[in-house]
């Protein structure tokens, strides 16, 4: 497909949490509805009805061509931003590991390369047949750390004070301090893009243009 024959939009650039905008969080959420709505509006049934198989698949790729690339681009731009930030913190870093499932992904692999070259890094990724399946890599972890013994008691009634509260999101360690929202007192709501000039704040040079020109009109 052709990566340009459509325009999607950059996920979370229209958040209006700045932290999300300039953080290392990523979301795709956006661009599957985009995604879906391009569907909708350039291959509705009846038009997809009336294409030939090849018309039909080629419309298809080029959705999925247009997607991949947006989506390679937010994963490429938060992860040079996140490695930039790990070696803040950590100079000695050597390389930068991409596996699971998306590790596949030819396209993925290309950009987060450039990504490792452009911090002086070393990529390191299994080969694709080896990241077809997260669960498979999770059981593999498991026998490696059995094997050397690196492993605990099965949980019992007796042993039920040393129980570990499971979460589907728990972070591998502290949230860097620039991904982390700032709390507003209680019962103060977050600014939008509109109401970002706080009052007594010098306006804005077009702002002043304007309120110059209402001005004169009302003289």
């Given at each position: 497909?052709?990566?340009?024959?459509?325009?999607?939009?950059?996920?979370?650039?229209?958040?209006?949490d700045?932290?999300?905008?300039?953080?290392?969080?990523y979301?795709?959420?956006?661009?599957?509805?985009?995604?879906?709505?391009?569907?909708?509006?350039?291959?509705?049934?009846a038009?997809?009805?009336?294409?030939s198989?090849?018309?039909?698949?080629?419309?298809k790729?080029?959705?999925a061509?247009?997607?991949?690339s947006?989506?390679?681009?937010h994963?490429?731009e938060r992860a040079?931003?996140?490695?930039?930030?790990?070696?803040d913190?950590?100079?000695?870093?050597?390389?930068?590991?991409?596996?699971?499932?998306?590790?596949?992904?030819?396209?993925?692999r290309k950009?987060?390369?450039?990504?490792?070259?452009e911090?002086?890094?070393?990529m390191?990724?299994?080969?694709?047949?080896?990241?077809?399946?997260?669960?498979?890599m999770?059981a593999?972890?498991?026998?490696?750390?059995?094997?050397l013994?690196?492993?605990?008691?099965?949980?019992?009634?007796?042993?039920?004070?040393?129980?570990?509260?499971?979460?589907?999101?728990w972070?591998?360690?502290e949230?860097?301090p620039?991904s982390?929202?700032q709390k507003l007192?209680?019962?103060?709501?977050r600014?939008?893009?509109?109401?970002?000039?706080?009052?007594?704040?010098?306006?804005?040079?077009?702002?002043?243009?304007?309120?110059?020109?209402t001005?004169?009109?009302?003289a």
């Amino acid at each position: 497909g052709d990566p340009e024959a459509h325009s999607l939009p950059k996920p979370l650039s229209m958040t209006r949490d700045k932290v999300l905008q300039q953080g290392c969080d990523y979301s795709f959420s956006g661009l599957k509805t985009a995604a879906r709505t391009l569907v909708d509006k350039t291959l509705p049934s009846a038009k997809a009805a009336s294409l030939s198989e090849e018309e039909l698949h080629s419309a298809k790729a080029d959705v999925a061509a247009a997607f991949q690339s947006r989506a390679v681009q937010h994963l490429c731009e938060r992860a040079s931003r996140a490695a930039g930030w790990a070696l803040d913190l950590e100079p000695t870093a050597k390389a930068l590991v991409v596996a699971g499932g998306v590790a596949a992904n030819q396209a993925v692999r290309k950009g987060l390369t450039e990504v490792a070259e452009e911090h002086s890094l070393t990529m390191r990724c299994p080969p694709p047949r080896l990241c077809v399946d997260n669960g498979v890599m999770v059981a593999w972890a498991g026998i490696e750390r059995l094997s050397l013994g690196l492993y605990e008691e099965p949980p019992s009634v007796e042993g039920v004070e040393h129980h570990v509260e499971i979460r589907p999101r728990w972070p591998l360690g502290e949230r860097d301090p620039r991904s982390q929202q700032q709390k507003l007192p209680k019962g103060q709501k977050r600014k939008t893009p509109a109401k970002q000039q706080e009052k007594g704040a010098p306006p804005t040079e077009g702002a002043a243009q304007k309120k110059q020109a209402t001005g004169e009109e009302q003289a």
